[in-house]
Nanobody
Framework: QVQLVESGGGLVQAGGSLRLSCAVSGSIFSMNAMGWYRQAPGKQRDIVASVPTLGSTNYADSVKGRFTISRDFAKNTVYLQMNSLKPEDTAVYYC???????????????WGQGTQVTVSS
């Protein structure tokens, strides 16, 4: 079993900041990538940012320059620092972990329960 526990969402005024955290635990053989997605009401779930084990971070164009993703490899924890928040950033934010549970297994996606971020104008 793999568990993802998110924290850090909430209500903030436009221009404010929030920091999301996601800790992954359980049967992890190796972690491939960790990231954050978001889903606004009536819309599909879209990627916000990701950080692979090897390679560079990636950001959605809409958050570049405002959000920063970081990862603590030893703790299997990923963070999302969100600055200069806008009302259009309002959504449920989901943590994602792409990993192997055994040496020869395929890669699996696991998801957090989601945390609400609401930005008021």
């Amino acid at each position: 079993q793999v568990q993802l526990v998110e924290s850090g969402g909430g209500l903030v005024q436009a221009g404010g900041s929030l920091r999301l955290s996601c800790a992954v635990s359980g049967s992890i053989f190796s972690m491939n990538a960790m990231g954050w997605y978001r889903q606004a009401p009536g819309k599909q779930r879209d990627i916000v940012a990701s950080v692979p084990t090897l390679g560079s971070t990636n950001y959605a164009d809409s958050v570049k320059g405002r959000f920063t993703i970081s990862r603590d490899f030893a703790k299997n924890t990923v963070y999302l620092q969100m600055n200069s928040l806008k009302p259009e950033d309002t959504a449920v934010y989901y943590c994602n972990a792409n990993l192997r549970v055994r040496r020869a297994s395929q890669l699996y996606d696991f998801w957090g329960q989601g945390t609400q971020v609401t930005v008021s104008s």
